[in-house]
C-alpha cells in the first residue's frame, strides 16, 4: 500500500493531463472553441453598422445595459472579457509549450538539415502573433481610445468610422483579419482532430466547414472598413 506521502506526491489527474501533448492540445481545442464563438457573434454585432449610426449604436448602449436591473452596467461586458482573458492566455500557454515541447523532441539535425515545419504550422505561429498584437491595438483604438484621435467618446459608430478613415487603421485591421482567416482554418481542423470529431468519413466536411468559417469570419470583419473606405458607411 502507498504512503500518504507517496500518494501527495503523486501529480493530480488534472496537472499529469495538462503536462501531456494531448492535454495541452485540448486546451487550445477548447479554448479556441470560446474564442471562435465569440468571434461569430462580435462579426455579427460588427455588421449590424451597415444598419446605420443610430441602430449600431443602440446595440452597443444595449450589451453595457443587458441584464439591468438584476446586473449593474456593464457587468455582461465584463463576466465576457474575464472569459475571454482566461481563454485567450490558456490557448498562448498551450501554444507556447507545445511549440517547446515540439523543439526538444528534435534535439539533431537531420542528414538534410533541420526539418521544415510545416506550411500550417508557420502560419499558425507569426498568424498567432500577429493577432496578438492586433488585439493589443484594437483595445486601445475602440475602447480606451488613445490610437484613435479622431474618435468620440460613447459614440462607437464614430469611432469606427474614424479609424477606417486612415490608410493605416484600415492596413492594421485588414492584414489582421486575414491572418486570423488562415489561423482559424487551421485551427478548426485541429481541434477536430484533437477532440477524436474527425473521421475519414467525415473529413471533407469538417474541411470544408474550416475553410467556410474562415472564409466568412474574414470576409464579415473586412467588410466593415471596405464599406468606410468605398463611402457605403460614412
Not at 96 to 114: E, M, N, T
Not at 158 to 170: I, M, Q, R
Request: glycine share 10%; hydrophobic share 50%.
Amino acid at each position: 500500500m502507498a504512503s500518504a506521502t507517496d500518494t501527495g506526491r503523486r501529480p493530480s489527474s488534472l496537472r499529469a493531463l495538462w503536462r501531456s501533448t494531448i492535454g495541452k492540445k485540448t486546451v487550445m481545442a477548447v479554448s479556441g472553441g470560446i474564442l471562435l464563438i465569440y468571434l461569430i457573434v462580435h462579426m455579427l454585432g460588427n455588421l449590424k453598422i451597415f444598419a446605420g449610426s443610430t441602430s449600431f449604436n443602440d446595440y452597443a448602449e444595449w450589451l453595457r445595459v443587458f441584464g439591468e436591473p438584476a446586473l449593474g452596467e456593464g457587468w455582461l461586458l465584463w463576466v465576457v472579457r474575464v472569459v475571454l482573458l482566461a481563454a485567450v492566455i490558456a490557448h498562448i500557454v498551450a501554444a507556447w509549450q507545445l511549440s517547446r515541447l515540439d523543439i526538444r523532441a528534435r534535439p539533431v539535425k537531420y542528414d538534410h538539415g533541420r526539418r521544415r515545419a510545416t506550411y500550417a504550422t508557420r502560419t499558425m505561429r507569426w498568424g498567432g502573433v500577429i493577432i496578438a498584437l492586433f488585439v493589443v491595438w484594437h483595445i486601445l483604438d475602440l475602447t480606451t481610445g488613445h490610437v484613435n484621435p479622431l474618435g468620440e467618446e460613447g459614440r462607437p459608430y464614430e469611432n469606427v468610422v474614424a479609424t477606417f478613415s486612415t490608410w493605416y487603421g484600415n492596413t492594421i485591421y485588414i492584414v489582421a483579419m486575414l491572418a486570423l482567416g488562415l489561423h482559424i482554418q487551421h485551427g478548426f481542423w485541429s481541434a477536430a482532430q484533437t477532440l477524436g470529431v474527425n473521421h475519414p468519413r467525415r473529413d471533407r466536411a469538417l474541411k470544408a466547414t474550416s475553410t467556410g468559417l474562415a472564409v466568412v469570419l474574414t470576409v464579415g470583419f473586412v467588410s466593415v472598413p471596405i464599406a468606410v473606405m468605398t463611402g457605403i458607411v460614412s
